[in-house]
Structure formats: C-alpha cells, structure tokens
T-cell receptor, first 117, second 113 residues
C-alpha cells in the first residue's frame, strides 16, 4: 500500500512554455501533498505544501506565480511550471501525506525529470 | 524550524561490512524521525521511522536505527551490507505538530562486491 505516482516521468519543453506535472496517491487519500526539487547530488528542497481544497503554502524564495499548485481532489495534486526557463530544469518529486494514528508518513512519487531547452 | 545534519557524505565499504550512518537534528520539541533510501534511478522509499516507544526501531531490509534523545541523534545501522544496498540514504525529521519534513543532505553508500 501507500503508492504515489507521478506523470510524466520525463518531459522536455521549449523555453517559455508551461508544463504540468501530476501527483496521485493511488491507494489512500491525502489532504496534504508536498512538492520538492532535487538537484544532482543534493538533498530534497521543499517547494510547497499542497492542501486539498485550499491554497498551497509556498516556501520562502519559491515563486507562487511560477509554480502553480492545484490540489483538486484527495488523490491528485498538480504542479504547473509556467513560462519555463532552462534554470527550471530539475527533478521534481511529490509526496503524499498518509495519516494514521501515531504514524503520519510521507510517501514519495518516482519524480519527474524536467528539461527546458 | 528543524535542521538535520548527516555527517557522512560518501561511504564506501565492502560486502558483509557493517554500516552506520550518522544523523543529528536540532529542534527542541517532540519530533518524528525517518530514514529514506533512494536506489539508483528509483524513488525515495521509507526504510524505517520513529514516532514513540522503543527507541530502537527495525526497518526493512535488515536496517535499524536508534533514537537517542539526549544526543538528538537517529543513526542508521546494518550489521552486514550487500551490494544491493548501494544507494543514497536520507535522514528526515518533522516536528510532531507539523507535517513538513526537513531532510539531511544525504549519504551516498557504495558497497563493493
């Protein structure tokens, strides 16, 4: 159980275009999901917290108008990178928060490799 | 906010050797502690977690970790590694009243056959 999927796994786009990445919790409901960036040989950097039915909460330094997050249902959150530029090329990972009694845990998706040309 | 430090950047060892990865956190309140593993080309997987109770936690694939509150540490151990344990290991912490995780920088473990 506790499987999280992401789509697409890889995407290449031209500079100036927008890209949408989907994150789904397959076998549990998640009122809270998280979006991270992972740079090569680096740890995960939290970008934002996605809350079902309300606005996302962004970490300091993350542009909310550039990284649009929508959490329309209990199993789906989307991240749209708007007007993408080469510096947005990265590995984007989502996680879904699984609530349980004394066992709240984040489960991670496989990631999306974004390359902006 | 919490911060997490992993002391070893890259560990290289031979099969059957014992492994211990250090993790320390800084936060004055109650925390939940996690170790995640990322095998080459794969997504992060939960190895083990500590919320409360017995400070010695056993996880999957023969890993265990010990929470020592007085030292703010949650070190990961495995008595005898295999080549398949080659991966990136991340320690993570969240405050008990906050879902957000703070990650350490990660430790690359290379096991030589």
């Amino acid at each position: 159980g506790a499987v999280v999927s992401q789509h697409p796994s890889r995407v290449i786009c031209k500079s100036g275009t927008s890209v949408k990445i989907e994150c789904r919790s397959l076998d549990f409901q998640a009122t809270t999901m998280f979006w991270y960036r992972q740079f090569p040989k680096k740890s995960l950097m939290l970008m934002a917290t996605s809350n079902e039915g309300s606005k996302a909460t962004y970490e300091q330094g993350v542009e909310k108008d550039k990284f649009l997050i929508n959490h329309a249902s209990l199993t789906l959150s989307t991240l749209t990178v708007t007007s993408a530029h080469p510096e947005d090329s990265s590995f984007y990972i989502c996680s879904a928060h699984h609530r349980g009694v004394g066992t709240d845990t984040q489960y991670f998706g496989p990631g999306t490799r974004l390359t902006v040309l | 906010a919490q911060s997490v430090s992993q002391h070893n950047h890259h560990v290289i060892l031979s099969e059957a050797a014992s492994l211990e990865l250090g993790c320390n956190y800084s936060y004055g309140g109650t925390v939940n502690l996690f170790w995640y593993v990322q095998y080459p080309g794969q997504h992060l997987q939960l190895l083990l977690k500590y919320f409360s109770g017995d400070p010695l936690v056993k996880g999957i694939k023969g890993f265990e970790a010990e929470f020592i509150k007085s030292k703010f540490s949650f070190n990961l151990r495995k008595p005898s590694v295999q080549w398949s344990d080659t991966a990136e290991y991340f320690c993570a912490v969240n405050a008990d009243d906050d879902y957000k995780l703070s990650f350490g920088a990660g430790t690359t473990v290379t096991v030589r056959a």
